[in-house]
Nanobody, 124 residues
Framework: QVQLVESGGGLVQAGGSLRLSCAAS????????MGWFRQAPGKEREFVAA????????TYASSVKGRFTISRDNAKNTVSLQMNSLKSEDTAVYYC?????????????????WGQGTQVTVSS
């Protein structure tokens, strides 16, 4: 298993940028596919972005494609989400998650480890 801790959330104006980071414990981080999900108040947790274990494949939700970029550093056991051109509808708690398929999976049911989440608030 891998333990995940997110950081980097905060309050930003619409059009601004934030960079979220997720630090993972454990020696096998490079085997896990990693994803970012988000959950707004009163809504289901939804997929945002994912990256394969080797970093060679990324997947994005259509709502963030072209604005968000997921990346990982297997030497540092970290995965990041660069968020640009933020909109008020991006406001949510953002969660980092790991899947042991090693893929950039989009379904939250495929993820076995989750962080505690970090709040992102975009003011309009």
């Amino acid at each position: 298993q891998v333990q995940l801790v997110e950081s980097g959330g905060g309050l930003v104006q619409a059009g601004g940028s934030l960079r979220l980071s997720c630090a993972a414990s454990g020696r096998t981080f490079s085997r896990y596919g990693m994803g970012w999900f988000r959950q707004a108040p009163g809504k289901e947790r939804e997929f945002v972005a994912a990256i394969s274990a080797d970093g060679g494949r990324t997947t994005y939700a259509s709502s963030v494609k072209g604005r968000f970029t997921i990346s990982r550093d297997n030497a540092k056991n970290t995965v990041s989400l660069q968020m640009n051109s933020l909109k008020s509808e991006d406001t949510a708690v953002y969660y980092c998650a790991a899947n042991d398929y090693g893929t950039g999976a989009t379904m939250k049911s495929m993820y076995v480890n989750w962080g505690q989440g970090t709040q992102v608030t975009v003011s309009s």
